[in-house]
């Protein structure tokens, strides 16, 4: 598994794309489809339902297949109490190596949103 | 054409699946950790395009000494409308969610077997799915998902992954603070009863696991490569057979 980026997003109200992150060669292996992944710290989000758009492009960016979900804090305790973290992740079946991954947000307010994305082939 | 992957999301949220094919079929599973003692199944999730239904029958575990639950549901939407699916799952205290579409699966009819098990407030590191009944036909597509929880619990409990003989979709090893989740998939060419078991590493008492296995159909005539290989030899080696194809 690879990291493509750890950091923080600046989601804004409404609607934002974010800076494509290149894949680089290799972490797709042969013959693999590419599972990217996202973990998202629960307590980060605004009340509202926040939605987060994972893009794969396997022709240099110009073009992506999308896959979404959608958050809604506060998030009630999960197990052990705490708030969850929260996941998304999108594969897609075909083995084209995907060239760039993107990110997209659909916020009801401004928040900081600290994220780890991290992709593996399958 | 046989079965085939055509694309899944994951995740804790409402999920959505864009430019999914017409004639598809989609599979939901979803994981949950109640913080109750209750074990009835988990609602069918709702479809902005579509209807969703239960494939698996059987309740969930009992787990912390029976103030929790853990429980795994197998949903599916047959010949799938074309376009944007976003589908809304039951809320629970922690969850896991898998959406997948699949191509190359019949249009009607196409859950076939299905059966699950569980195991209640018992130190394990094993979950099986129970065996399904010997399948209709050969090509299918088979579903697998564990629901796994305890009372403290492991950020990682360790599982094997992937299942002997699946692909994994959604693995999450955490029944620390989440529900430990397995949701994987593999694809069949021979008729037969279908089962898999869950293992892991890292055990205590009163861990509840449900798991669930699920076949599916394949549309007609979708031969495997594996199986089409053979009637190729077959023609080869055999001129009365290939003269039929020239």
């Not at chain 1, 997003?9 to 972490?27: D, E, F, N, R």
């Not at chain 1, 489809?33 to 492009?57: D, E, N, R």
């Not at chain 2, 065996?131 to 492991?154: C, R």
């Not at chain 2, 869950?198 to 669930?212: C, D, S």
């Amino acid at each position: 598994m690879s990291t493509l980026f750890t950091g923080s997003l600046s989601v804004v109200a409404g609607q934002k794309s974010y800076t494509p992150l290149p894949v680089s060669g290799g972490i797709q292996g042969l013959g693999k489809s590419l599972q990217v992944s996202i973990v998202m710290t629960g307590t980060a989000f605004p009340t509202g339902t926040t939605t987060l758009t994972i893009g794969l492009s396997t022709d240099g960016g110009a073009t992506y297949r999308e896959a979404s979900g959608s958050y809604t804090a506060p998030f009630p305790p999960g197990k052990g109490g705490g708030v969850p973290n929260q996941t998304l992740g999108f594969t897609v079946g075909d083995t084209t190596t995907v060239t760039h991954v993107r990110l997209s947000t659909d916020a009801p307010s401004t928040f900081t949103l600290p994220v780890t994305v991290t992709a593996v082939g399958v | 054409m046989g079965i085939a992957l055509a694309q899944s999301v994951t995740g804790t949220g409402n999920l959505t699946l864009n430019g999914v094919v017409s004639g598809n079929t989609l599979i939901a599973e979803q994981s949950s950790f109640r913080n109750s003692a209750t074990t009835t199944a988990i609602a069918v999730p709702t479809d902005t395009n579509g209807t969703f239904v239960g494939s698996i029958a059987g309740t969930g575990a009992l787990c912390a000494a029976s103030t929790g639950a853990s429980i795994v549901g197998v949903f599916y939407a047959v010949n799938a409308a074309s376009g944007t699916h976003t589908l809304t799952f039951e809320a629970n205290s922690s969850n896991n969610k898998t959406l997948s579409e699949f191509s190359g699966m019949a249009t009607a009819s196409v859950l076939d077997v299905s059966t699950s098990s569980k195991t209640d407030n018992s130190d394990i590191t094993s979950q099986v799915t129970g065996t399904t009944g010997t399948t209709a036909q050969a090509d299918e597509l088979i579903i697998i998902g564990l629901a796994l929880a305890t009372t403290v619990g492991s950020s990682d409990v360790t599982f094997t992954n992937p299942v002997s003989g699946f692909t994994s979709l959604n693995v999450v090893p955490n029944d620390l603070s989440d529900i430990a989740t397995f949701h994987a998939y593999k694809i069949v060419a021979a008729t037969g009863t279908q089962a898999a078991t869950f293992n892991w590493v890292v055990h205590e008492a009163n861990m509840g696991a449900h798991a669930a296995i699920a076949a599916f159909k394949a549309a007609a005539g979708g031969a495997t490569q594996a199986q089409i290989w053979p009637s190729i030899q077959q023609g080869i080696l055999n001129p009365m057979i290939g003269r039929r194809y020239v």
